[in-house]
């Protein structure tokens, strides 16, 4: 019974330092945490849109702090190859919900208002994963940099 409240108190699906991915929730930050760092940097605008997924999907609605879910989910994929990480976030993953981990893959990875090589390299390699239909992917990745226009 212990082990239910700790996950509670923390938000997450261990209550600690996770070894696993566990839940679409799980799967869908993982994808976005592998997308802000396929760049090899991590800008405070990320971490921020990172934040904002929590805020923003439903799926996060019991995590009660933010930064400790991202640590436990930066602890179950540290180490573990993007591959791996992509196929059990794909495992753990309904259609609809794959889409929903691209679209907010494409989202935190133009955060910073620019997508590298390295982002367009794994946001390719996350749609052929994730079945992600080209035709979707593409209006996908034509609609989220209209998000951060500012002229």
């Known amino acids: 019974m212990a082990n ?36 090899g940097k991590l800008d405070k605008s990320e971490i921020y849109d990172l ?37 059990k976030a794909a495992s753990l993953l309904s259609q609809s919900l794959r889409e929903t981990a691209y679209a907010w893959a494409v989202h ?3 955060s910073d208002r620019k997508v590298v090589g390295a982002e367009h390299k794994f946001l390719s390699e996350l749609r052929k994963e994730l079945k992600i239909h080209g035709v979707l992917a593409g209006k996908i990745n034509a609609v989220v940099p209209m998000l951060y226009r500012t002229k």
């Open 51 to 87: 934040e904002n997924v929590l805020i923003m999907n439903p799926l996060f609605k019991e995590v009660e702090d933010a930064g400790g879910y991202l640590s436990c989910i930066a602890s179950a994929i540290a180490n573990k190859g993007r591959g791996t990480v992509l196929k």
């Open 108 to 110: 935190v990875a133009a």
């Open 4 to 39: 239910i409240t700790k996950k509670k108190a923390c938000g997450c699906a261990c209550g600690a330092a996770k070894e696993a991915l566990l839940t679409p929730a799980d799967a869908i930050m993982a994808v976005a945490i592998l997308a802000v760092s396929s760049d």
